[in-house]
């Protein structure tokens, strides 16, 4: 089976500029996960949707993130305005359900804000 | 609050000596536990989990809730097993399988 997708692979941009991922989970799972890895840290849960609602996004900076996974498949998540400590790799996981079932990591998307 | 720790951010060892991984966690109810592992330019994937109690590559892992703690260890380690290795805490009561990572050990196998 095809594994989580994520585009782009790298990013550069300025600070104050905005930036958006994209994830494709596989196919039939119903749990979709964004984590934010910083470099010399272990990744760290952004946001969770269960089909097209979210499950928890207590982590998630509001003022600067948002995320929306339409029609429960793809998703993507921006950041706007970006700042400098906003760098690190952005991974997108998906899972047949929840609690219990193993998530599969996407190969994450590496952002450098100048 | 909910915590893994991971004491070592590197651990180098020789091929065919012991490998000991330690992870701690902080957490009062019951955990569930997971070992992640990313080789070079490959994606984070799982590893084990504590509640399946198998051994995958050779690795074991035994969840000691009175020291609360779920090291990971070989008896003789090989240079393919070189990578990043994170411990992860999902909580029970949470259904969404939300985990808590550990900062990650970087094993290095040399030979």
């Known amino acids: 089976e095809a594994g989580v997708a994520q585009s782009p692979r790298y990013k550069i941009i300025e600070k104050r500029q905005s930036v958006a991922f994209w994830c494709n989970p596989i196919s039939g799972h119903a749990t979709l996960y964004w984590y934010q890895q910083i470099l010399g840290q272990g990744p760290k849960l952004l946001i969770q949707f269960q089909n097209n609602g979210v499950v928890d996004d207590s982590q998630l900076p509001k003022d600067r993130f948002s995320a929306e996974r339409l029609k429960g498949v793809d998703s993507t998540l921006k950041i706007q305005p970006a700042k400098l400590e906003d760098s690190a790799v952005y991974l997108c996981?998906?899972?047949?359900?929840?609690?219990?079932?193993?998530?599969?990591f996407g190969p994450g998307t590496r952002l450098t804000v100048t | 609050a909910q915590r893994v720790t991971q004491p070592e951010k590197l651990l180098s060892v020789f091929k065919g000596a012991p490998v000991e991984l330690k992870c701690n966690y902080s957490?009062?109810?019951?955990?569930?536990l997971f070992w992640y592992v990313q080789y070079s330019r490959q994606r984070l994937q799982l590893l084990l989990r504590?509640?399946s109690r198998e051994s995958i590559k050779g690795f074991t892992a035994d969840l000691n809730k009175g020291e609360t703690s779920f090291h990971l260890k070989k008896p003789f380690a090989q240079e393919e097993d070189s990578a990043m290795y994170y411990c992860?805490?999902?909580?029970?009561?949470?259904?969404?399988?939300?985990?808590?990572f550990g900062q990650g050990t970087e094993l290095s196998v040399k030979p």
């Open positions: 504590h509640i």
């Open positions: 992860a805490l999902s909580l029970f009561y949470n259904q969404g399988g939300k985990l808590i």
């Open positions: 996981a998906s899972s047949f359900a929840g609690q219990g079932y193993e998530q599969y």
């Open positions: 957490y009062s109810g019951s955990p569930e």
